[in-house]
């Protein structure tokens, strides 16, 4: 069980991202996004196609969904359904949390908490360097 964050605080902010090794010991960014008072986390990747929804500027969110950015297609930010455009039939794999006193906490086995922020946030300005040539 690794604390995370808080409710508040994923409220304020609109989301929070964080880094687990998954279930297949790869690396994989989680989003925790508002659901209702609460909080719900997600895998931060569309069903459709290979498409992080939080890209570094937050999860894009409209009236309790969340908007993929690449087709548009909107997740239950709840339930993490998705009934239209691209991805409509799927729904996202969750991430088990627990809160306690508005303290969230990762508590999925199949997760362990590696840092904050996107996958590549720890690695430094190197990480990046190969994208531009
Ligand atoms: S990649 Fe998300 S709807 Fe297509």
Redo the contacts with the bound molecule.
Sequence with gaps: MHQLTSVERVHDDGSYLFTAEGPHGAPEEVIVVPCGEGVEAWRNR????D?RFDTGQGVPMRDGEII?P????LFDACEGDCDN???AGTTLPAVDLAERHGTVFLVDDDYEFAHEGGIDDDEGPSSTSHLGL
């Excluded at 569309?46 to 196609?49: I, V």
């Excluded at 690449?70 to 297609?73: M, P, T």
């Design positions: 569309c069903t459709h196609e498409q993929c690449r087709h548009g297609s455009g691209e991805a």
